[in-house]
């Protein structure tokens, strides 16, 4: 059965605009039945969604209650003052140097978060703009979308204002906010549940079919290697991120100070160490289509992006919070990079790239692929969320870290978090080989 059929199928049952249980089932037993012969591609699922959603427009707009009507426009009139009102505000806290002095004032995770914080209530009052105005066209499919990004930038909002007031009555109002929106969108546009069906329904039928032919995780043809996807691509930062920590540990104890323990864990929790994970994720984005080139080309790459990674980490660390975890100066062309990376620390890299790309990567895509089949999206999607709040988490304790050095006092409320359950002795057990110069920093 060639493509066009699936193509095909999924044209006829939206014709009508609309999309329900059965047409799912259609579409989804039309793909089954193709991916006897061969799986459908990346390429093939994304233009089967592509299709539902262009031509699935929900209800028309004439049979709106007369709420939902009067919704609309207040929708324009709002988000339309709200926008004048952000433009006004920014412009006349630019020209106060408002930002500059707020962060002589706060940490710089407070003056972020309440930089986000305003920059979610501006593209809120732009999504609402834009979602009147389609509701009153009658792009009911169109406008359910638009609230679909409000619901993220609703979320968004929500941390923030839980991190600068803690739990009140605005957060609980947005909450309710929230679950309006998500009512709202479902109803707008009685498609998308079915929507959501069909694209979970391709998902768990391809990977179905790649895990009974032994090819879950691999690129389609002509690809590269692997499939750069999400799942992927987390399972081998969080393998590098560990196996990284491992090898510094035991390069420090053998080579830098023999029998010496030293945590180099660069989280809060866990034995983790990003730079190694985000340079595993950077290497095999580079070198998924070159894996089988010649090991010198490999080693090259890699240590080019692992020695520019190492210098940005190192950089960025600094100048945010005034933090320093190796100086190379006294190495071969360490002072030429400002102790940031080296020659040799660039090499170690360029190995470790090699062994990875070229051994290590065939071995732990098995490993990752012992996650049932049935459970890898879910899982992941669990584990992810974990490790994005401790990065989170560790970025914003080791900036207010940096400020309490600086001799500020905690006043925001997440600020005393910070304070209270990561103080300096907490942060400097915890980073052993860091240290903190706030002259170093955006502070100064």
Known sequence: MAERDVLEVVREVVADGTLDEQDVEAILATARQRSKEQPLTTKERNEVMRIVRERTKGLAFSKLPMPLRILSILLIVTGALGIASGIVTLHSLFNSNFFVAMLEKVTVTTAVVVTIAAACLFIAALLSFFIGLRLIKGLRGAASALINTNIAVTIVSLVCELMLYGIGFLLLFNFAHLVAQIALSTYL????????????????????????????????????????????????????????????????????????????????????????????????????????????????????????????????????????????????????????????????????????????????????????????????????????????????????????????????????????????????????????????????
Request: charge should be negative.
């Open 189 to 444: 546009n009685p498609s998308l549940t079915y929507e959501s069906n069909l694209h979970a329904g391709l998902r768990e039928l391809d990977t179905e079919v790649h895990a009974k032919q032994g090819t879950l995780g691999l690129a389609d043809p002509g690809e590269g290697y692997i499939r750069l996807d999400f799942f992927n691509l987390f399972w081998t930062f969080m393998v590098g991120s560990f196996i990284g920590l491992i090898v510094e540990v035991i390069f420090h104890m053998v080579v830098i100070e023999p029998g010496v323990y030293q945590d180099r864990a660069g989280l809060l929790w866990g034995p983790f160490s990003p730079i190694y994970g985000i340079g595993a994720v950077l290497m095999t984005i580079a070198l998924n289509r070159f894996k089988d080139r010649n090991i010198v080309f490999i080693f090259i790459v890699c240590t080019i992006i692992g020695g520019a990674f190492e210098y940005f980490v190192s950089w960025f660390m600094e100048i945010s919070f005034g933090a320093t975890a190796w100086d190379y100066s006294d190495q071969f062309l360490g002072d030429l990079f400002g102790g940031r990376t080296c020659l040799l620390y660039a090499s170690m890299f360029g190995v470790l790239g090699t062994v990875w790309i070229k051994l290590l990567l065939p071995v732990f895509l098995r490993l990752f692929n012992l996650i049932p089949w049935q459970l890898r999206y879910s899982v992941t999607g669990v584990c992810a969320t974990l490790m994005l709040v401790n990065c989170v988490m560790t970025l914003q304790a080791l900036d207010n870290w940096g400020a309490r050095v600086a001799g500020h006092v905690p006043e925001a409320w997440i600020e005393q978090f910070y304070a209270e359950n990561f103080g300096d002795d907490v942060m400097a057990q915890r980073f052993q080989s860091m240290t903190i110069d706030p002259e170093k920093s955006v502070r100064s």
